[in-house]
Nanobody, 110 residues
Framework: QVQVVESGGGLVQPGGSLRLSCEFTGSLSSNYVMAWYRQTPGKQREFVAR??????SYADSVEGRFTISTDNTKKTLYLQMNSLKPEDTAVYYC?????WGQGTQVTVSS
């Protein structure tokens, strides 16, 4: 069974960068969806980025600024976030093989 543990959130100034990590245990089929979502208080969890069979896709709001990647040797999913904006502030969740991470807070503020 897959288990996931997230890390890498924090406070960053507008225009800055952060990298989120999601380490998973267990084995995964290449058909598994690996994704990142985010949620702010009072709103539904929203899609940020996903990889299916190695093909990435992004929400329009993060296209060109965020990059989703994996390191299969380290069994880790990453989200590189550049040019961060205050509206990127949220709790970010990874989603791997039907399992949600615990969430990590990202705050973009000066």
């Amino acid at each position: 069974q897959v288990q996931v543990v997230e890390s890498g959130g924090g406070l960053v100034q507008p225009g800055g960068s952060l990298r989120l990590s999601c380490e998973f245990t267990g084995s995964l089929s290449s058909n598994y969806v690996m994704a990142w979502y985010r949620q702010t208080p009072g709103k539904q969890r929203e899609f940020v980025a996903r990889r299916i069979k190695g093909t990435p896709s992004y929400a329009d709001s993060v296209e060109g600024r965020f990059t989703i990647s994996t390191d299969n040797t380290k069994k880790t999913l990453y989200l590189q976030m550049n040019s961060l904006k205050p509206e990127d502030t949220a709790v970010y969740y990874c989603y791997i093989g039907g399992i949600w991470g615990q969430g990590t807070q990202v705050t973009v503020s000066s």
